[in-house]
């Protein structure tokens, strides 16, 4: 017999780094006349003549190369938006919590959009974790533990 029972997870990312707008304190949307602006304020502000120190400076000069590039500011906004979505931290929903099928192989969760989480056993038993909304992009990591009899 199996059985699910519930445990706690801990999601922590310690390789956070601030992004180029970040770095820059300028918004995600800036022209390219915000960011050379915000560049030039920053440099000045933290070069080492004045108390800033080195490695200060290159982040910003490594934050402006980026940003200034068409190019390369489309390829950084990707790359961003995948780590966001990879490094998200999503809600916890223990499976105590779904509603279980008669035959127990299927549990669902209402959603705030009306529709609802549906994960299966056999979901389960090959280690999913992320759980998508059938009705719009929201997601629940699931928290289990199998535990065979």
């Known amino acids: 017999m199996k059985r699910y029972v519930k445990i706690e997870y801990i999601f922590v990312n310690h390789d956070y780094m601030r992004s180029h707008y970040e770095v820059l304190q300028v918004e995600i949307n800036a022209s390219q006349a915000e960011i050379r602006s915000k560049y030039l304020i920053k440099v000045k502000e933290s070069h080492p003549d004045r108390s800033g120190s080195n490695e200060e400076v290159i982040e910003l000069y490594k934050a402006y190369e980026c940003l200034s590039d068409d190019q390369k500011r489309r390829e950084y906004d990707e790359k961003l938006s995948k780590?966001?979505?990879?490094?998200?931290?999503?809600?916890?929903?223990?499976?105590d919590q779904f509603d279980v099928s008669e035959d127990e192989e299927t549990f669902s969760l209402p959603c705030r959009c009306?529709?609802?989480?549906?994960?299966?056993?056999?979901?389960?038993?090959?280690g999913l974790e992320l759980l998508s909304c059938t009705g719009c992009t929201e997601r629940v990591h699931v928290l289990y533990e199998?535990?065979?009899e």
Do not use: F, H, K
């Open 83 to 95: 780590d966001n979505i990879v490094n998200r931290i999503y809600p916890q929903v223990s499976l």
């Open 146 to 148: 199998m535990v065979v």
């Open 114 to 126: 009306g529709n609802e989480y549906i994960v299966t056993a056999d979901d389960l038993e090959s």
